[in-house]
T-cell receptor, first 107, second 114 residues
């Protein structure tokens, strides 16, 4: 059983579309992380959040601790947003990762 | 700070050879993680250290894998002997005080074992 489930696995969008990626987890956590991995392979931490909502540019992350669910939204998507987005939860002293959502934004 | 530094970026070796991957965490970070990423399994934790002490190595596949952290600024992951199924991208990451802190990744080492 995976502690962290992401959906969708793959997502293709037209430039300008609003995008939502979902992450559900099965255990109590103190914080959740959203990561971005570009085609070049590097992984960057986008957000760490434990409640409510965080915004950085066109990216918005929300979390509902009671429902054990988080979403990552991208407004006015752009081809440079094409990447794999991964949610991660710290549990028992380490991180557990979702399988990732591969996003392709078409011009 | 230069971020988490990994070397080499790419490693191609033949089956049976020893492979050593290196990592320099961000200064002041107490936690260091080694991950392996494959298409099939995604990101998997191999081992992590807290203050240079290995805390959880349950993700290390088998005795062919070993990791050390002789000081706060350097860690190695060694595979001996290497096998084709070890081919993957190996990431090192560090965080400041705990896993509840933001995680910083190195650029990864692409390992190909022929």
């Amino acid at each position: 059983k995976n502690e962290v489930e992401q959906s969708p696995q793959n997502l293709t969008a037209q430039e300008g579309e609003f995008i939502t990626i979902n992450c559900s987890y099965s255990v109590g956590i103190s914080a959740l992380h959203w990561l971005q991995q570009h085609p070049g392979g590097g992984i960057v931490s986008l957000f760490m959040l434990s409640s409510g909502k965080k915004k950085h540019g066109r990216l918005i992350a929300t979390i509902n601790i009671q429902e054990k669910h988080s979403s990552l939204h991208i407004t006015a998507s752009h081809p440079r947003d094409s990447a794999v987005y991964i949610c991660a939860v710290p549990l028992r002293g380490q991180f557990y990762f979702g399988t990732g959502t591969s996003l392709t934004v078409i011009p | 700070d230069a971020g988490v530094i990994q070397s080499p970026r790419h490693e191609v070796t033949e089956m049976g050879q020893e492979v050593t991957l290196r990592c320099k965490p961000i200064s002041g970070h107490d936690y260091l993680f080694w991950y392996r990423q494959t298409m099939m399994r995604g990101l998997e934790l191999l081992i992590y250290f807290n203050n240079n002490v290995p805390i959880d190595d349950s993700g290390m596949p088998e005795d062919r894998f070993s990791a050390k952290m002789p000081n706060a600024s350097f860690s190695t992951l060694k595979i001996q002997p290497s096998e084709p199924r070890d081919s993957a991208v190996y990431f090192c990451a560090s965080s400041r005080y705990s896993v509840d802190e933001k995680l910083f990744f190195g650029s990864g080492t692409q390992l190909s074992v022929l």
